[in-house]
Structures are given as C-alpha cells and as structure tokens.
T-cell receptor
Framework: KAGVTQTPRYLIKTRGQQVTLSCSPI?????VSWYQQTPGQGLQFLFE???????NKGNFPGRFSGRQFSNSRSEMNVSTLELGDSALYLC???????????????FGPGTRLTVL | SQQGEEDPQALSIQEGENATMNCSYK?????LQWYRQNSGRGLVHLIL?????REKHSGRLRVTLDTSKKSSSLLITASRAADTASYFC????????????FGQGTELSVKP
C-alpha cells in the first residue's frame, strides 16, 4: 500500500498570502489529522477529519481551516499568512475510526512552509 | 501546553550501547505511542502501549508504562548509527479521537 502523501513538499509564501496544503491518506483510512511542527512549540495538533466532518480541533486561530473530501483526501488552508506560520505541516492517517481514542497514526513526509 | 515532557532532551551514545528515553504526562490516557523522526521528515510509528499494559517489546525496542506515575520509558538496545533521530512520545486522551499530544522529544545521536 502506498503511504501518506503530501503536496507540495516545499512552499515559500509572503506575509498576507494564503496557502493550501494537500494530504492523501493511506487507502482505506478515513481519519486524517493535521499537525504543525516548529522548533519553539514542537508538534501541535491542528484538527482531525473523519468522513468529511471535523471531529476535533486544536488551539489555533480561525485562519487555519481544513476540509476532507469523500475520497478521504484532505486539505488545509492558512489565510493571511504570518511569519510565525513558518513550519513543517504534517498530516497523518489512521485506520481506526473511533471518536473516543486514537490508534496508530501514519504520517506523511510533511510540507515545509516558509513565510517571508 | 504540551502533555508530555521528555527526558533527556538530548542523548549521545556509542554504537552498541543501550539508549533510554523517558516520558511523563499529565492526564489519564487511552494509550501512549512512541514515534521516531529523522531530520525534519515525517514521523514513523514505533510502538503503541495501551493503558492496561505495563510492558511491550518490538525487536530492539522495549517500552514500559506506569500509569500510577504517569510515565513511560523507551529502551533501544544495541543501538546503531541508523538509530540517530528524534524520538517523541505521544499520548491519546479519552474522547479526543484523532488527536495525539506530543512531548518535546529526545534527540538521540549514536556514534559509530
């Protein structure tokens, strides 16, 4: 089975712009989670989608949004980019669909976003 | 705020030695997972231990979990240069499906 794929792998944007990142989960996985990784804050949970519904959300401003399509592929969008949004954005998919627990997550290689 | 605190932050050992990393957390969990990350790439799942388990093995990895102390440890035996990476513990909290809370990580360097 192919692993989790993320596109693009690298992105450079300027402040004020918006960006859309894409994630394709492992075939058969319906849960997709997004994380932001920075040197200062570490790995932080953004949100999780299951069956096109956002089930869980982290503590990020409304500029960060996402969606999931019927084929389980997911996108996240960041509007009005700030310098502090520079980070590695990771998505992960999971086979287990429970809303009450999280099993093994399989991570993609990430999208490295640089905001100038 | 981070749920997990890892100790040490950095660890440097020689090939063949054992490496032990510790993780402490704050709230009750469903399970605790360990992941490895090589130099800013994606995370690789190593092992998952459920809250009713005390010890788990996978190849050269041994994980323990003490829910009374809210702590876990990861032991890598007979380390290799290829084990050089950052290691993270992540906790799964009840009723927050799809969300893992990660510790700050331990940076392991294994010298040949």
């Amino acid at each position: 089975k192919a692993g989790v794929t993320q596109t693009p792998r690298y992105l450079i944007k300027t402040r004020g712009q918006q960006v859309t990142l894409s994630c394709s989960p492992i075939s058969g996985h319906r849960s997709v989670s997004w994380y932001q990784q920075t040197p200062g804050q570490g790995l932080q949970f953004l949100f999780e989608y299951f069956s096109e519904t956002q089930r869980n959300k982290g503590n990020f401003p409304g500029r960060f949004s996402g969606r999931q399509f019927s084929n389980s592929r997911s996108e996240m969008n960041v509007s009005t980019l700030e310098l502090g949004d520079s980070a590695l954005y990771l998505c992960a998919s999971s086979l287990i669909a429970s809303g009450s627990r999280t099993d093994t997550q399989y991570f993609g290689p990430g999208t490295r976003l640089t905001v100038l | 705020s981070q749920q997990g605190e890892e100790d040490p932050q950095a660890l440097s050992i020689q090939e063949g030695e054992n490496a032990t990393m510790n993780c402490s957390y704050k709230t009750s969990i469903n399970n605790l997972q360990w992941y490895r990350q090589n130099s800013g790439r994606g995370l690789v799942h190593l092992i998952l231990i459920r809250s009713n388990e005390r010890e788990k093995h996978s190849g050269r990895l041994r994980v323990t979990l003490d829910t009374s102390k809210k702590s876990s440890s990861l032991l890598i035996t007979a380390s290799r240069a290829a084990d050089t990476a950052s290691y993270f513990c992540a906790t799964d909290i009840y009723n927050q499906g799809g969300k893992l809370i990660f510790g700050q990580g331990t940076e392991l360097s294994v010298k040949p």
